[in-house]
């Protein structure tokens, strides 16, 4: 049945494109006739006092919008699904002419007709959101060989070759920029609106646009194995994934629907058969057939299977909008049964970025003087650490000493000779191999450097000391600083009643403590190996109760991710392993989506229910109303197309929403 639906569509969208008409014309010209005729039939016009041309007339009004039907119907058969609701619609309009119900045969497949136009319109809005991706693909890429500009297929470009991309251009494969700072708009692969500036040697990605410069990028992945390339696939791949609500649907229909052609024929044999028994019992065979066509009619299952494969299908779009890939219908409707939530600590609630949280100085020394020394040795090493240190000395507009020689002390840090004095950068380590003294009493020193080292051993940072002539001058703090809305996270899935949060991490335990307590965690783990968060996840599941999701970035996530009931990967700044093994990707590496995706699956499956609900609910009514012959075709067109309708309008709604709060 569902396959039918979506043929039907299909083939709708080829006819339009094929003969450049509207969908709207050939049910307008039923429409036209259908009212005219009534009209003539009402006001007892001379003409249509003959049978045969009010046969003919309605004939040429049903035609229109019954010969399409009539092709899916030979079609479905052709593919052995004999009970499709095509079948139904054609024995039911039949049978009404056969009746001499002439009106009520072409009203029947008007409605119906008009119900598949504004299915197919609310699958193509719903599948714009996503076909928007794909319109992200460039067909071409500009290769630089031999000094020469060569214009190429994407596929067609290998790695390690440079391309060129001008202004308001889309990047066609991932790779390095070679050019000094770019900016590029990235909407189309994390929903952010925000140009981002992108440095020589950082990471371009398929997709993003060149907003402000032509630009030159080295190719580090073929095409098929680009970022865009691999969102693509998974957003395709999502439909098919279906939701145990879809799955049930289809199952049922391929049962129900055999259930009621049947019933729809004892509606006409059995009244037959005791009339054999009972002579007194007047049996009119047309009275009967056609309570039997308005039970067909109104049978059809139309609104349960387009309503519900089109919420989920609004469900992905509307999260896509959000920069948030389901990669099915049922990881939609997984997600909403969540009750524990567990996170990776660097790069998912941090940002994985060390910044300079503080410096402290000795007496000898002032602040900006430490950190115009440290930055200046810094300035050789291309480790994060010393790229925090550069940024943050550069915000405070420290003049740096860029033409030194540096030497590296293994396992230690940095030497190198400023102003004609012998300065060492690195790790708390460095006071006791180094043999650094201090500016006391020397009796007080080997007290004092203890006291240091105590008091740096348990600051929960990373901690970079520096010496000058030997003697200790300070050192600088730095951190991991949690992602701006790592807090706004917590408190919505909170908001939720998902108070069961964890946060699994193979940082100290101290830094994963301090951050747990920041951001209103009540449970964190630090010092974990990636088997020990699994070892950890697997103790969680022992609770049949738990429902858990894992949130992460890494290589060393992937087999957490894929343990956990609901696996959500970081996409923009995640690992190929994470994203691959995960089932919810969030492009714009927010902690905070993980809620907004909680909120679209309960969204979409409170609209699922509410369209199963009425659809059910209408047509058992009428069902009971027609067989006992009180509904008439009429009634059978609103439970059959307008609750299908109703049920279509109702799902639109997911791509309405937007639900961040």
Known sequence: MGHSCSCNSNCHAHSQEKHHISPYLLPAISFVMLLAGIYMQQTEAEMFRKELVRFIWYLLAYLPVGLPVMKEAIESMREKDVFSEFTLM????????????????????????????????????????????????????????????ITLAPTEVLPGEIIEVKAGERVPLDGKLLSEVAAFNTAALTGESMPRNIHR?????????????????????????????????????????????????????????????????????????????????LFIFNDWLYRALVFLVISCPCALVISIPLGYFGGIGAASRQGILFKGGNYLDAITKINTVVFDKTGTLTKGIFEVQSL?????????????????????????????????????????????????LAGYGLKAVIDGKEVLVGNTRLLDS??????????????????????????????????????????????????????TAIKRLKELNINNLEILSGDKQIIVSKLASRLGIPHAYGDLLPEGKVAHLEELKRNP????????????????????????????????????????????????????????????????????????????IVLILGAGGVATMWEAVFADVGVALLAILNAVRILKTNKQD
């Open 201 to 281: 040697d950082e990471e371009v990605l398929a997709g993003m646009i060149v907003t402000d410069k032509v630009i030159r990028i080295e190719v580090t992945k073929p095409y098929n194995q680009s970022a865009l390339a691999r969102i693509l696939e998974l957003v395709q791949n999502a439909s098919e994934r279906k939701a145990p609500a879809e799955l049930f649907i289809r199952k049922f229909a391929r049962i129900y629907t055999p259930i009621v052609t049947g019933l729809a024929f004892l509606i006409v044999l059995l009244p037959y058969l005791y009339s054999l028994i009972q002579p007194d019992f």
């Open 434 to 487: 180094e043999e650094i003294i201090f500016h006391s009493n020397e009796n007080e020193i080997s007290s004092e450097r203890n006291l240091l080292f105590s008091r740096l051993n348990e600051i929960p940072e990373t901690v970079v000391v520096c010496a000058i002539d030997g003697q200790y001058a300070g050192y600088i703090l730095l951190a991991d600083t949690p992602k701006e809305d790592a807090a």
């Open 545 to 620: 109760e738990n429902r858990i999701a894992f949130v992460g970035d890494g290589i060393n996530d992937a087999p957490v991710l894929a343990l956990s009931d609901i696996g959500i990967a970081m996409g923009g700044l995640g690992s190929d392993a994470a994203i691959e093994t995960a089932d919810v990707v969030i492009q714009t590496d927010q902690p905070s989506k993980v809620a907004t995706a909680i909120r679209i699956g309960q969204f979409t499956r409170n609209i699922v229910w509410q369209n199963i609900a009425l659809a059910f609910g209408v047509k058992l």
């Open 90 to 149: 054609c024995i039911a309009t039949l049978g009404a002419f056969y009746i001499g119900e002439y009106p009520e045969g072409v009203a029947v497949m008007l409605f119906y007709s008009i119900g598949e136009i504004f299915q197919d319109n609310a699958v193509a809005k719903a599948r714009k959101n996503i076909s928007a991706l794909l319109d992200v693909r460039p067909e071409t890429a500009t290769v630089i060989r031999n000094n020469k500009q």
């Open 360 to 408: 402290s100085a000795a007496d000898h020394i002032s602040e900006k003087e430490l950190l115009r020394v440290v930055a200046s040795v810094e300035s050789r090493s291309n480790h994060p650490i010393a790229k925090a240190i550069l940024a943050y000395a550069r915000e405070q507009q420290t003049g740096i000493d860029t033409n030194i020689d540096t030497t590296e």
